[in-house]
């Protein structure tokens, strides 16, 4: 299908950009366009403008200080994954970066794009959400910032307010976790069916702490949180991961739809956490 008609709008600075978002009614950013421009084609969404933000080249960077990472919206995964930065500190997200989509969403797709279409089903939602990112959203009249948690609001909506965009992601660095991704797709390139974003610290094989988080469970992000204050302290062993997949399976309750049913997506989500655990523990 062709998309509707809109007008196309094509801005050089962040300033530029908020002002128009602010003052045109149903006007939508394009950054990558990986998810945008499939909505206009099936006619999911029909603004009357798209802002083109990919000149705003000063939201394309990558730097790391001695306690975090931070990553401009604009930045393409390709970029993400070539960065020694962030294979080395924050080493979730180069993980989940390796198995989003494809070459073509790796080469033109924005880590901000994909957090501010909040698809549930998406990586960087659920990893975000286990790295307790921080978002700084830029407007007309300044910035704020806003944890992950409160970020992803439900499917396909945020926390964004009308002439927001995401300018800025801040990512903790978690020394001395380990961390793995998992996701089951139904075919190469897909979005998940059910994704995990793990980081666990262990002392003497007892949890420091732990981070459990899922996509494609619900209309957003799922943080087992209750389940992560429950284990601390304890010992990581097969008897504890086996409680640990039996609460975090118990909290959901997945859609049906035609990729998988809900019992099949709960029925995944014990596997994934179960191999999860087995293998960061190993």
Known sequence: MYPPDFTYVRVSSTEEATKFLESHEDARPLAGGQSLIPMLKLRVISPNYIVDLNPITSLSYVRSSYNSTRIGALTRYNEILKNDLV??????????????????????????GSAANADPSADMPTVLTALNAEFVLSSASGNRSINALDFFKGAFTTDLRKGEIISEIVLPHLEGYRTIYKKVVRRAGDFALVSLALAIKLKQNELEDIRLAYGGVGERPFRALEVEKSVIGKR??????????????????????????????REV??????????????
């Open 87 to 112: 294979r080395v500190n924050v080493p979730l997200l180069h993980q989940a970066v390796k198995v989003v989509g494809d070459m073509q969403v790796r080469n033109l797709g924005t880590i901000g």
């Open 236 to 265: 990581l062993n097969d008897e504890l991961i086996e409680e640990i997949v039996s609460k975090v399976s118990s909290q959901v309750n997945p859609p049906s739809d035609t990729r998988g049913s809900s019992w099949y997506r």
């Open 269 to 282: 989500m014990k596997v994934i956490t179960r191999k999860a655990l087995k293998e960061v523990s190993s």
